[in-house]
């Protein structure tokens, strides 16, 4: 089983920057996705952005070419480095990472990590 731990969250101004970090423990086997979520409470969670162990990636509308997702796979890690911040972006982030099935013999696996704090606000 894998464990995932983010980091890097906190209080900034609109128009700030953070970086997110997640470290995954134990190993990922076989073609997966790494990807933010974000969930405001009362709300539903909501992917922000996703990159593959081939490094494709992809986001949401709403980011609107603010945001960038990278990942190292060697050291388990996926980062998103968050600019131009806005008030709406307020929102519990979480890390996740999910197999991506291409055969019958690979077997499924969803992970997800405890979320990291992101408060936007004057």
């Known amino acids: 089983q894998v464990q995932l731990v983010e980091s890097g969250g906190g209080l900034v101004q609109p128009g700030g920057s953070l970086r997110l970090s997640c470290v995954a423990s134990?190993?990922?086997?076989?073609?997966?996705?790494m990807a933010w979520y974000r969930q405001v409470p009362g709300q539903e969670r909501e992917l922000v952005a996703g990159?593959?162990?081939?490094?494709?990636?992809n986001y949401a509308d709403f980011v609107s070419g603010r945001f960038t997702i990278s990942r190292d796979i060697a050291k388990n890690a996926v980062y998103l480095q968050m600019n131009s911040l806005r008030p709406e972006d307020t929102a519990v982030y979480y890390c996740n990472v999910q197999s991506i099935i291409t055969t019958v013999e690979q077997q499924s696996y969803t992970y997800w990590g405890t979320g990291t704090q992101v408060a936007v606000s004057s």
């Open positions: 990159i593959t162990s081939r490094g494709r990636a």
């Open positions: 134990g190993s990922i086997f076989g073609p997966n996705v």
